[in-house]
């Protein structure tokens, strides 16, 4: 049971590309009871092994929000499958403190990965759900790219990280995704801050 400290943006290591998951040893079931403890110590959704300090293809999510509804889910070694439709996400990050923007996602995600136990799965998310989003937010964890660089509006996403004290937009790192941003423009829908 550690609760470990949470990699902020600024520090080089959330850029990197994490390295694949050879064998599910000790350290790795260390480093998943690591991520859950300090998830729920922070009271987040999703949390990937560079944000403490690990850059390996991990990642743990739980959209659960008490005791009963606890739902973790564990991801070693994930594959995005398919990729459809498109939403705005009002989202924030561990590694951000208190700061929150709207980005891009797809509605619909499914993604193939290894359990801790060493078996494969493969989870579909629908509609947008915050299952869905997280998914995407937490595999981008592990290629370097961040939530911000999803923003559908760098000013206003800009204005945001400079009130909370952090660094501005890494403009090298923006995506380019219009076609995203054509699809949320002609479906919109009700804006939803999660936490
Ligand atoms: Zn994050």
């Known amino acids: 049971m550690t609760v470990r400290k949470i990699v902020k943006y600024g520090t080089p290591s959330l850029r ?40 390996l293809r991990i990642f743990v999510i739980d959209t659960g929000t008490d005791p009963k509804t606890m739902n973790p889910i564990t991801f070693i070694n994930p594959k995005i499958l398919k990729l459809e439709g498109a939403i705005n996400s009002y989202e924030g990050c561990l590694s951000f403190p208190d700061a929150y923007t709207n980005v891009r996602r797809y509605k619909y995600v499914k993604v193939k990965a290894t359990d801790i136990k060493g078996k494969p799965f493969i989870l579909e998310a629908k509609d947008g759900s915050l299952l869905a989003r997280a998914i995407q937010h937490e595999f981008d964890h592990l290629d370097g790219i961040l939530f911000i660089d999803h923003c559908r ?37 009700k804006e939803e801050p999660k936490d």
Do not use: C, M, W
């Open 16 to 55: 990197e590309k994490s390295k694949e998951v050879h064998k599910i040893s000790k350290k790795v079931q260390i480093l998943v009871d690591d991520l859950y403890d300090t998830l729920y110590a922070s009271n987040g959704v999703g949390l990937a092994a560079p944000q403490i300090g690990e850059n």
């Open 153 to 189: 509006n760098r000013f206003e996403a800009d204005k945001v990280l400079t009130e909370k004290g952090l660094n501005p937009i890494e403009a090298d790192y923006l995506l380019d995704e219009k076609e995203l941003e054509d699809e949320i423009q002609k479906n919109p829908q």
